[in-house]
């Protein structure tokens, strides 16, 4: 029988006039891997904070394991391990240190202190690193320390805001493999926010965020059927004018994508070779793909999640804060 471990309901947040969260509700499953992805100010961080216990919502309700997200707060807590967005360790401390303060924080047995800071220092490949100044790390060491600093007192789910931002691709690849062999090893639940595709790809479920809103919920496979058939991607001589012609002569639904125009056919390859002959406006490169996620949110809203990263890095926005 399946177990729902979170459950929300009608949750919203406004700040001031301005409502971030619009009442969103969704479901998360027992060792589910659920991934919020959302383009920057979407509400994913809000949402989190409202679960995690950290921010009153507006409006609705939240469960994690069967509490109440306000009513019953150090339960939930104990529930869950949460890495923010932002860095929160204590960069004059070592790794050891950090870890022990948390075990303190969240009064893990004395006698299991030790103990459980060693597996989880080993689980992410510091434990030789253990008794290093933090501020000597480097941002993917330091970003597997807050991994498992959120793991020391075995919650039950964790939280990931961002877990990989600003990293390198390699560094982005070893983070996962250790997130993944979590879920297979300790059956977490694992809820993650993220603007890269390839990221939320992981997921076994996908809530696409935007404006405060949940505007699709799927697993990455049905959200990509949506589309339907292949992506075309052309950049033309004349993009305005070549809208026109795709509108007109196939009527199909063009988006623009950067400075290429994509939009959706049945069969990619036996479209292209027609498609290629019948353009009045020339072409001056043209590609055919398989749906991808930023395909879906295009499709959704007319607008792409990476139009609006600016560089992969982003700067903490409120300050760090301590759970
Ligand atoms: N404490 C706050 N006071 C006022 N506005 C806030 C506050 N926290 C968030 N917001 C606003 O709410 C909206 C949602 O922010 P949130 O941090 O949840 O977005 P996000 O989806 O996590 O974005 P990002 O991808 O940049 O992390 C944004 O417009 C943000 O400026
Ligand atoms: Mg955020």
Redesign the pocket.
């Known amino acids: 029988m399946t177990e729902n471990v979170i459950e929300v309901d009608g949750l919203r947040?406004s700040?001031?006039d301005?409502e971030?969260?619009k009442g969103v509700e969704f479901t998360i499953q027992k060792g589910e891997i659920f991934g919020?992805l959302?383009?920057?100010?979407?509400?994913?961080?809000?949402?989190?904070?409202m679960l995690c216990t950290m921010?009153k919502p507006t409006a609705g309700t939240g469960r994690i394991c069967c509490h109440d997200i306000q009513s019953e707060k150090s339960t939930v807590r104990e529930c869950i391990g949460i890495i923010f967005?932002e860095n929160t360790l204590d960069e004059k401390l070592t790794a050891e240190e950090n870890l022990m303060l948390h075990c303190k924080f969240y009064r893990v047995p004395k006698s299991e202190r030790n103990g459980r800071i060693e597996e989880v220092l080993r689980m992410v490949d510091l434990y030789e690193k253990r008794k290093d100044v933090v501020e000597r790390y480097s941002g993917g060491m330091k970003r597997r320390l807050e991994i498992a600093r959120g793991l020391l007192h075995y919650p039950k789910v964790l939280f990931l805001?961002?877990p990989t931002v600003g990293l390198d691709p390699q560094t982005r690849t070893h983070i996962w493999d250790y997130i993944l062999e979590l879920k297979n090893r300790e059956g977490i639940t694992i809820f993650l926010?993220t603007?890269y595709m390839d990221e939320a790809e992981y997921s076994d479920r996908i809530a696409i965020?935007d404006h405060?809103k949940i505007i699709a919920l799927d697993t990455p496979d049905n959200l990509k059927k949506m589309i339907g058939g292949d992506v075309i991607e052309v950049i033309t001589e004349d993009n305005g004018k070549a809208i026109e012609e795709i509108s007109q002569r196939y009527g199909n639904d063009v988006k623009a994508k950067g400075d290429s125009l994509a939009f959706s056919v049945k069969n990619g390859s036996e479209f292209l070779t027609g498609f290629v002959k019948q353009m009045i406006v020339p072409i001056k490169n043209i590609s055919v793909h398989r749906p991808t996620l930023n395909d879906v949110f295009l499709n959704l809203t007319g607008r792409e999640i990476r139009d609006?990263?600016t560089n992969g890095t982003?700067k903490p926005?409120?300050g760090h804060r301590r759970f």
């Open positions: 947040k700040f001031g301005f971030a969260v919020f959302g383009p920057n100010g979407a509400g994913k961080t809000t949402t989190i904070n921010m967005q805001d961002e926010t603007h965020m405060g609006e990263i982003k926005k409120f």
